[in-house]
């Protein structure tokens, strides 16, 4: 037989009070320090600033009363250690009076001394919520860390200030993990110090330094090739728009076909830039195959490089200059191949005429010696 309502009502109400009390949430609910002394909480660890007054907000939280009064009077607390009771004369960093009714919260903020977190490093303070008679309810203790604003924590070169509420870490010297401290990052060479590649050309900031480009440019030289191909995949310089030094910017050289690297690609005794100047071919030491070298034609031969016969009697400048084309191609330096040898070139090689003078001394004396001969 199920009983009467009115009993299952009276057991529910009688639970609740027996049973409930103890599930009612009181005491010190909720607390932090806040206002300008709050610095910034990170991974659960509170900092403030050392030296400010500091606020602790607190939420407090009323148990259910024993007898049938409406309010009852309450004090919140903060000290340096946890009283279990406290009287008048007791002092305290901070304290407030309340009036509150059964199973009611409130919200309310202490400014404690401006020395009371002073000393950097960790600290403390307790939050005691505080009875009429002076017994201790319930309290919290507020665990934080004390920076100076002035400070370096992490020694990366910037205060604490300025990296409390700011893109980096103040806790990390080197905040994208770079190679880069924060501080030189920011102060000195304007790059990102949250992103290892600032310019985001594929090479990290420290990198990019090292070999002399510029992080916040995705092609240091302005040549037309991005510093990442010119350090990882071409031997040219990054920081130099002409790495040869040729006239020619490295861009226009690899549209040529020509080396970058070297100002005379072909070797010929021309750079790379003057024979286009000229018309000739700075990859072809000899542009119209007659057997000089574009820059013997122009330097030592005063004949047209572009053309093989400059003069047109049907005799080629490299066979009237004793050079005619070898079959068997260059020498590889711009020079005829050994096998075209002539007088000429012994003469250019320089080794004939000490030996025929060698030879003509030796004659006169000889000569001289039949003369004076007795």
């Known amino acids: 037989m199920n009983p009467p309502r009115a009993v299952v009502l009276l057991l529910a109400l009688a639970i609740a ?33 050392a030296g400010e007054a500091p606020d602790v907000t607190t939420t407090v939280a009323t148990p259910v009363f024993e007898d049938e009064r409406d309010y009852r009077h309450y004090s919140v607390r903060v000290t340096e250690t946890r009283d279990e009771h406290v009287g008048p004369g007791d002092e305290a960093l901070a304290s407030k009076s309340i009036v509150l009714r059964e199973v009611d919260e409130q919200s309310l903020t202490l400014t404690l001394p401006d020395d009371a977190l002073d000393e950097p490093g960790p600290d403390s303070v307790v939050v005691g919520f505080y009875d009429a008679t002076g017994a201790l309810i319930d309290s919290s203790e507020v665990t934080v860390t004390v920076l100076r604003k002035t400070s370096d924590r992490d020694g990366d070169g910037l205060q604490n200030s300025q990296e409390i509420g700011g893109p980096t870490d103040f806790r990390d010297p080197d905040t994208d993990e770079d ?20 310019d985001g050309d594929g090479i990290d900031d420290a990198r990019e330094l090292r070999v002399g480009s510029d992080p916040t440019e995705v092609d240091t030289d302005g040549d037309g090739l991005d510093d990442r191909r010119e350090i990882e995949e071409l031997p040219t310089d990054p ?50 195959g007659d057997g000089l070298p574009d820059g013997w034609e122009l330097e030592r031969f005063g004949t047209d490089p572009l053309t093989a ?66």
């Open 17 to 49: 009070l027996s049973g409930g009390a103890g599930a009612v949430d009181a005491g010190v609910l909720e607390t932090a320090v806040t206002g300008p002394a709050a610095a910034t909480t990170v991974d659960g660890t509170q900092y403030v600033w």
């Open 179 to 198: 190679g880069l401290e924060d501080g030189p990052e920011v102060t000195k060479f304007g790059t990102d110090p949250t992103q290892k590649d600032t």
């Open 239 to 288: 920081a130099l728009a002409d790495t040869d030094g040729d006239g020619l910017d490295d861009r226009r050289e690899l549209d040529l076909g020509t080396d970058p690297t070297e100002p005379d690609t072909d070797d010929d005794g021309l750079k790379d830039a003057q024979e286009l100047e000229l018309g000739t071919d700075p990859t072809d030491p000899d542009t119209d």
């Open 309 to 374: 016969d400059t003069d047109g009697d049907g005799v080629t400048d490299g066979q009237a200059a004793g050079h005619p084309p070898a079959a068997s191609g260059e020498s590889g330096d711009g020079q005829p191949a050994a096998s075209n040898w002539s007088f000429p070139d012994s003469l250019e090689s320089g080794w004939v005429v000490p030996v025929t003078g060698l030879v003509g001394a030796i004659a006169i004396r000889r000569v001289f010696e039949w003369a004076t001969f007795r």
